[in-house]
């Protein structure tokens, strides 16, 4: 069935380090790939998308890698702050007429300063 | 501008009791998602709404769960009956209209529905 999974359910850096946060997806369809933000008590929050036709984006601080061979996801946040503990999602829009997303469970990325 | 609106943002409700919960999309917006989070897990897609339609709802249950997305007004996720298992974080999220750029999904900061 369609799942995203996320290997690692818990990370905790030090403040300065960088965070790599990985993901897996099983649906070959997926075109589009996005990484949200959750902060306790909040609604997700964008950070960075993908498309199937790129392997790399950067953006502020972060950089998404999609490797479409193994299925797999990353997001790299430079230079962790504490402002970056919270709850990361990726996320998989399978295309189509639905548009819908399929989130994974989530990664915790706690900041020790 | 006003990003993606959801109101209440907390609902109690007892067992057995009806609870309505409304979004208002971005402006511009045409595009309503409904996705419900339980502790500790992700979101789970639940309904894709334009208006005055419903285009996608794999994700919701076969009974009690209804939504609608008027031509005036908010988008409504109706819950009749609720259950305790109904007890979750309820998030809508908004898109532009099709032949945008980016699929993005804004989301609003979400209704935290407890059933007692």
């Known amino acids: 069935g369609e799942s995203v999974g996320l290997h690692l359910p818990t990370l905790s850096v030090q403040e300065g380090d960088n965070s790599i946060i990985n993901c897996a997806y099983s649906?070959?369809?997926?075109?589009?790939f996005i990484w949200y933000k959750q902060e306790s008590g909040k609604g997700p929050q964008f950070i960075i998308d993908?498309?199937?036709?790129?392997d790399k984006r950067q953006g502020q601080r972060v950089t998404v890698l999609l490797n479409k061979t193994v299925k797999h996801l990353s997001l790299q946040i430079a230079a962790t702050q504490p402002g970056d503990s919270a709850v990361y999602f990726c996320a998989e829009n399978v295309g189509g007429a639905t548009n819908k997303l399929i989130f994974g469970t989530g990664t915790l990325l706690a900041v020790q300063p | 501008n006003a990003g993606v609106m959801q109101n209440p943002r907390h609902l109690v409700r007892r067992r057995g009791q009806e609870a309505r919960l409304r979004c208002s999309p971005m402006?511009?917006?045409?595009?309503v998602y409904w996705y419900r989070q339980l502790p500790e897990e992700g979101l789970k897609f639940m309904v894709y709404?334009?208006?005055?339609?419903?285009?996608?709802e794999s994700g919701m249950p076969k009974e009690r769960f209804s939504a609608e997305f008027p031509k005036e007004g908010p988008s409504i996720l109706r819950i009749q009956q609720v259950v305790r298992g109904d007890s979750a974080a309820y998030f809508c999220a908004s898109s532009p209209p099709t032949g945008m750029v980016s699929y993005e999904q804004y989301f609003g900061p979400g209704t935290r529905l407890t059933v007692t």
């Open positions: 709404l334009q208006k005055e339609n419903i285009i996608d």
């Open positions: 649906n070959s369809a997926s075109d589009y």
């Open positions: 402006k511009g917006h045409s595009h």
């Open positions: 993908i498309r199937s036709n790129m």
